[in-house]
């Protein structure tokens, strides 16, 4: 006789929702909805996991966290792609959600009816600190919502924000550590008022 633990029984029924994870840079959104999606398909349930087309950082097809954790993945260019794949599967997971369109949340809602476990990882705030793309309705609705936090490059305490290091207004520009580093609130204000006068930035403790 086979017994399984409560884990893996809540595992398998936990069919119909959605669960968002989000947070800044570096705070192991990806990771974690690797582990999810891992755990699933340890419990035999039939996953797809996808991501936007335009993420093509470490794979043109995987999904990769900043840790080299891989899954595979199918890009799509829009989020009513995501119906189109759909069809028979237990749970649906999706990488850098704040890359899609705004049809997102609707089309994680039809999932989720349906009788779909719907993970989401993405970026809840952009270089400029404000909520990004769909991700603020896809927490709105989300059953489940998890924050997680890198640690602020400057002072060691849980960082929320993702700062850009270069000069580029564009509010979409993929990168990694050359680019972006996390901040807390009190480190990103200060740095962000250093621009503004043009002074030096000051230097980082690089806490990874």
């Known amino acids: 006789m ?27 959104k990806t990771e974690e909805l690797i582990r999810r999606l891992r755990r699933a398909q340890f419990a035999r349930l039939r996953v797809e996991i996808y991501k936007p087309a335009i993420d093509t950082r470490y794979s043109e097809a995987d999904v990769v966290s900043h ?39 609707e089309v994680c809602s039809q999932l989720a009816d349906n009788g779909v476990r719907v993970i989401v ?36 305490e849980l960082a929320t924000f993702s700062h850009r290091k270069v000069k580029n207004d564009s509010r979409v520009l993929l990168g990694e550590t050359d680019e972006y580093e996390p901040l807390c609130r009190s480190c990103y204000r200060r740095v962000v008022q250093e621009e503004a006068r043009g002074d030096e930035p000051s230097e980082s403790v690089s806490i990874f």
């Open 121 to 156: 990882a993405g970026l809840d705030m952009d270089f400029r600190g404000r909520p990004f793309g769909p991700m603020p309705a896809l927490c709105a609705i989300a059953d489940e919502v998890s924050k997680v936090h890198a640690i602020c490059v400057k002072c060691g």
């Open 2 to 28: 086979v017994v399984f633990s409560e884990d893996h029984q809540h595992e398998t029924r936990r069919r119909g929702r959605i669960e968002v994870i989000c947070g800044s840079m570096f705070s192991g």
């Open 67 to 105: 840790d080299s954790h891989v899954i595979l993945s199918t890009p799509v260019d829009s989020s009513a792609s995501l119906l189109l794949y759909t069809s028979e599967v237990d749970v649906v997971g999706i990488d850098e959600a704040q890359f899609l369109d705004d049809a997102l949340p």
